[in-house]
């Protein structure tokens, strides 16, 4: 398991984890991200079960499990969430963030100490050591209830599917060639995002926002002048599209 810092200042970093050489055949890579700021930490989409055993080691080499204060799952996919019981088994000052809409199905995957913190579907702020994030809004996204990270300070957005490709192992940290990446993501996100009317929406309200970086679930990073390049493609790509 790779794990690379994308983000540092006086008061927090970011630290994504992926990339995994060892993982196992048929299984899609994902991008895991750690937000560690004063005596607080928060996991975002920790991962699939199957990758607990390195993410955990790979995460304490940044911060201890009593650290490790928030969990974050962007909806309820298996390879979002489904290491929730072995985190509930290793984190003593857990909670857990997630949509609301969810919170029946991700208690399947295994919760007895960790606290379930429904999110709002109009979303919410959360102090986390010395900075606050924003859970915003992504519903069908490609889930039905569904939110995004943004942290005004680094201006970094993850955007859980949304920018998403499935890479392979050596794949770059960030974009190199956005024509060819285009190219790439566009069957993902015209079968999984069901509904052109809430990716204008979604598109209309991250422009508003300030994103040096937008940081996907699966895949590379954008950067930059990336991130309106990207939503420009996808304001003109139609989704819901499985067959034509
Ligand atoms: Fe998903
Ligand atoms: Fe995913």
């Not at 909806?75 to 909670?95: F, R, Y």
């Not at 990073?221 to 991130?227: A, G, I, S």
Request: charged letters at 20%; one cysteine or more; aromatic letters at 10%.
């Amino acid at each position: 398991m790779q794990a690379t810092v994308i983000y540092e200042d006086g008061d927090h970093r970011w630290i994504m984890f992926g990339r995994d050489p060892n993982k196992s055949e048929g299984i899609i890579d994902t991008n895991q991200y750690l937000i560690q700021s004063g005596d607080q930490a928060i996991l975002l989409d920790p991962g699939g079960i199957e990758l607990f055993a390195p993410m955990l080691s790979a995460v304490l080499k940044f911060v201890p499990t009593e650290k490790i204060t928030h969990l974050f799952a962007s909806h309820q996919d298996p390879d979002i969430i489904s290491s929730l019981g072995l985190w509930d088994q290793a984190l003593p000052n857990a909670k857990l963030y997630s949509p609301w809409l969810w919170e029946s199905f991700i208690r399947h995957f295994g919760m007895e100490r960790i606290e379930f913190c429904a999110i709002p579907d109009e979303g919410q702020t959360i102090s986390l050591g010395r900075i606050q994030l924003q859970f915003m809004p992504a519903h069908y996204l490609h889930s039905p209830g569904n939110f995004h990270v943004y942290d005004p300070k680094a201006k970094i957005l993850m955007s859980g599917e949304i920018g998403g490709y499935i890479e392979n192992n050596e794949a770059s940290l960030y974009v190199d060639n956005m024509t060819s990446h285009m190219q790439k993501m566009r069957k993902f996100h015209q079968r999984w995002l069901p509904s052109n009317e809430a990716k204008q929406d979604w598109i209309r309200r991250v422009r508003q926002l300030d994103v040096d970086i937008m940081a996907p679930q699966h895949g590379c990073l954008f950067q930059n002048q990336q991130v309106s390049e990207f939503l420009n493609w996808l304001e003109e790509l139609p989704v819901g599209i499985a067959v034509r």
